[in-house]
């Protein structure tokens, strides 16, 4: 059934553990192809984003068992093989495995990458960036044709801190000749993730989680073991379902020190939090606060992905609010849901204006992207009566299993 059912109204009680980040894991994914052993990952998310990445890894022959969440891959006879096109052509991040396949064989054909609607999604920024690295990129009808046998470091200025495009060059210049400086990256904790874990492998790259990363390419990379770090989006949707619906809850294993924007915007709104250790306790009490200006922005500030879930618990926030988005131009679908509940938002360009009322009614709605999805999840669980929300195979793409967490904070789910 691509559907789930929510009969909202009641306030939150419980708690749920925070799964492993997509984002992190799926360019880790990419990287442990660079090395020819065997790479060991804990903590993997049981999301279809993975099980899509590793079909497509699939393709270039590398092997890949899952044993509950862990993931054992195998990329010791890699070939430039080609993706599957169905899978890659869902899922933009696979245009991170340029970066990879050219580092490992010095060559790549990769079906153009897809992804979530939320815009036009260009990929200009890491070819710039790839083609300094010595990379030498044909647009074919079917997807890109890509040659790089001697990769060579080179100081790169991003024109804008794009998160894919920093992974690609991290990728590439880790097996580059001499030393890559790369600025105006992106500084997201992804990044971070993805240098650790290059790191633990034999790379050699400082800086990164600043604008300036610093990679020292070396001749080959090894085996590793590795724990894929909490999901701070997953984290930051469950903690504005609670600033929607109210109540009290208990985040476990989330990454506070990542989330500090999005704190700065619940304690705005009126939610209590209190931390002990990796355990988040949010509590609240009554109807939110609104009033709120909210931009997004490149890390640190407050994440584009959440910027939907925002949008729902808004729509039930006492007093008018704004949203403007600044990284996705197509990041609105959902308010044209909201609105069928009742809610109440005026959309003009990159701006959301939203009059908190007091009740939204469940209804039949549609997810038509992953955060989008959890949005309406959201929105569901504070409305009266029931929702029906059908496509939900767009949020298995980043939630492991929704309804099992949203039962874990009390929601009735079926
Ligand atoms: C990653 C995340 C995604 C998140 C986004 C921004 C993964 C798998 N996905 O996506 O969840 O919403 O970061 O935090 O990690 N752009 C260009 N040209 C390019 C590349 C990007 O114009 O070559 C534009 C995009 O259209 C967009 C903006 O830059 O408007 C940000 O994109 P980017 O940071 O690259 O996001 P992704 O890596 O695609």
């Known amino acids: 059934m691509d559907y789930l059912e929510i009969e909202g109204g009641s306030p939150l009680c419980g708690e749920v553990r925070i799964q492993g980040s997509k984002n992190a894991v799926l360019p880790i994914l990419c990287a442990a192809l660079e090395s020819p052993g065997v790479t060991v990952l804990e903590n993997c998310p049981d999301i279809s984003d993975v099980g899509a990445m590793l079909e497509i890894l699939k393709g270039y022959g590398c092997r890949a068992r899952r044993e509950g969440s862990r993931l054992v891959l195998d990329a010791g006879s890699l070939h430039s093989g080609r993706a599957p096109e169905d899978y890659a052509g869902m899922m933009r991040s696979s245009i991170m495995l340029l970066g990879s396949l050219l580092a490992r064989l010095g060559e790549a054909f990769l079906p153009y990458p897809g992804g979530c609607v939320i815009g036009k999604r260009p990929i200009d920024i890491h070819l710039q960036a790839l083609r300094q690295l010595g990379a030498e990129l044909k647009e074919e009808p079917e997807g890109l044709r890509a040659v790089c046998t001697h990769p060579r470091g080179a100081r790169i200025c991003l024109p804008f801190p794009s998160v894919g495009a920093t992974e690609n060059v991290v990728l590439l210049a880790a097996r580059?000749?001499?030393?890559?400086?790369?600025?105006?990256?992106?500084?997201?904790?992804?990044i971070v993730e993805l240098c650790r874990?290059?790191?633990?492998?034999?790379?050699?790259?400082?800086?990164?989680?600043?604008?300036?990363?610093?990679?020292?390419?070396?001749?080959?990379?090894?085996?590793?073991?590795?724990?894929?770090?909490?999901?701070?989006?997953?984290?930051?949707?469950?903690?504005?379902?609670?600033?929607?619906?109210?109540?009290?809850?208990?985040?476990?294993?989330?990454?506070?020190?990542?989330?500090?924007?999005?704190?700065?915007?619940?304690?705005?709104?009126?939610?209590?939090?209190?931390?002990?250790?990796?355990?988040?306790?949010?509590?609240?009490?009554?109807?939110?606060?609104?009033?709120l200006a909210v931009c997004t922005s490149?890390?640190?500030?407050?994440?584009?992905?959440?910027?939907?879930?925002?949008?729902?618990?808004?729509?039930?926030?006492?007093?008018?609010?704004?949203?403007?988005?600044?990284?996705?131009?197509?990041?609105?679908?959902?308010?044209?849901?909201?609105a069928r509940m009742g809610a109440d938002i005026r959309i003009?360009?990159?701006?959301?204006?939203?009059?908190?009322?007091?009740?939204?009614?469940?209804?039949?709605?549609?997810?038509?992207?992953?955060?989008?999805?959890?949005?309406?999840c959201i929105a569901a669980a504070a409305a009266e009566g029931t929702s029906r929300i059908y496509q939900y195979h767009y949020i298995a793409r980043g939630y492991e299993n929704i309804i099992r967490d949203l039962k874990g904070l009390g929601v009735v789910v079926h």
Not at 222 to 241: C, N, Q, S, W
Not at 254 to 259: D, F, G, I, N
Not at 310 to 338: D, N, P, Q
Request: a positive charge; glycine letters at 12%.
């Open 197 to 291: 874990f290059l790191n633990s492998m034999g790379a050699r790259i400082e800086g990164a989680g600043t604008g300036t990363i610093r990679i020292r390419g070396v001749e080959r990379l090894h085996e590793t073991k590795y724990r894929i770090m909490p999901d701070r989006i997953v984290a930051g949707t469950y903690m504005l379902l609670a600033a929607a619906a109210g109540g009290k809850i208990v985040l476990k294993g989330a990454p506070l020190e990542q989330l500090m924007a999005v704190r700065q915007v619940l304690k705005q709104m009126g939610v209590r939090q209190e931390s002990q250790g990796r355990e988040l306790f949010l509590w609240c009490p009554g109807r939110s606060r609104g009033g």
């Open 298 to 338: 490149p890390y640190p500030g407050f994440p584009t992905d959440l910027q939907s879930p925002l949008m729902a618990a808004l729509c039930l926030a006492a007093g008018e609010s704004v949203i403007e988005e600044r990284i996705f131009e197509s990041r609105f679908k959902i308010a044209e849901e909201l």
């Open 348 to 376: 003009q360009g990159s701006r959301a204006e939203i009059r908190g009322v007091e009740r939204l009614r469940g209804g039949r709605l549609k997810a038509r992207e992953l955060r989008g999805g959890a949005a309406l």
């Open 176 to 190: 580059a000749e001499g030393v890559t400086v790369l600025q105006n990256a992106a500084r997201e904790p992804e």
